[in-house]
């Protein structure tokens, strides 16, 4: 995999065990490398995201007991995958989440592949390991980029049907942050939005890959972890207010209407 360089810049806590031991943990930023190794994206996220503050992690789903939806973690690492880091990354990652968020549209770009290939079909890629192709789109390019140019890279990639249909909840979280917080026209994200209501009504919620569902729990090296950053935030001379979308803990964050 071709990677941009990334600077890993550790995260250092210390804290006292119950024997009375000094523990030291390192928070450092995921390997690009292994970008599906969700539980270090999600350590990541949960620290550097300041949940319960400001959460600015677009698309990735947060309960109030900073308990983080799996769909929207693995969403959060496919579009980012794809993407080679540029000035544009986060254009090209909104137009890949939007198009995630209306199901069925990335089902038809394949049956119209295959139906043009009929003697090479699109076979997805299986396995632990994968061959990503990503994308790089020039600054001056990034308002160019829209839906077929994000279908083709999911295509050129041959990413599977499942794994899009699973990340839907990532493009829907994504889509209904945008009507809380976006300073772009709300036109756009609401013609995504009566596309994706269309869709869901005649085909349904897509599935889940069970293994990959549900909420993540905090763990105990999260909790200190997000206790010091807390009590660091707390000093600055103007704490920052809690925003963001936030679930009901358990709650199913499917919306069906997300701004009518």
């Known amino acids: 995999m071709d990677l941009v360089e990334q600077r890993h810049i550790p995260m250092r806590r210390k804290r ?7 523990a030291l943990h390192v928070m450092r ?6 970008p599906f190794d969700l539980e270090q994206v999600a350590q990541y996220v949960l620290i ?22 799996w769909q929207t973690l693995f969403g959060f690492a496919l579009c980012r995958a794809l993407c080679a880091n540029s000035a544009a990354k986060s254009s090209v990652v909104r ?28 076979v997805a890629q299986y396995g632990s390991h994968l061959n990503i192709l990503q994308v790089h789109v020039p600054d001056d390019q990034a ?3 829209l839906d077929d140019d994000a279908l ?11 794994w899009v249909d699973h990340a839907y909840t990532y493009g829907m979280v ?3 942050q945008q009507f809380h917080n976006s300073m772009m026209s709300m036109d756009i994200f609401k013609d ?26 905090m763990t105990e090296d999260d909790h200190y972890h997000l206790m010091f950053k807390h009590a660091e935030e707390r000093l600055l001379p103007v704490p920052p207010e809690a925003t963001g979308l936030y679930y009901y803990i358990g709650m199913d964050p499917n919306w069906v209407h997300l701004w009518k």
């Not at 006292?16 to 000094?22: P, S």
């Not at 930023?29 to 292994?34: E, I, L, M």
């Not at 939005?193 to 993540?216: C, F, L, M």
Request: glycine share 6%; aromatic share 14%; with cysteine.
């Open 152 to 162: 083709r890279v999911l295509l050129h990639n041959h990413i599977l049907l499942d």
């Open 95 to 122: 137009r890949l989440a939007l198009v995630i968020a209306q199901p069925r549209m990335y089902h038809e770009a394949v049956a119209s592949y295959n139906a043009a290939f009929l003697e090479r079909p699109l």
């Open 48 to 69: 550097f995201g300041w949940p319960g503050m400001e959460n600015i992690w677009q698309g990735i789903a947060f309960d109030y007991a900073f308990c983080m939806h």
């Open 29 to 34: 930023a995921p390997d690009p490398a292994h």
């Open 174 to 176: 994504y889509l209904k």
């Open 16 to 22: 006292v065990k119950e024997d009375g031991t000094l």
């Open 143 to 145: 308002c160019n980029f």
């Open 192 to 217: 995504v939005d009566n596309k994706r209501i269309e869709h869901v009504s005649r085909y349904g919620t897509p599935p889940a890959i069970p293994q990959w569902d549900g909420w993540r729990e």
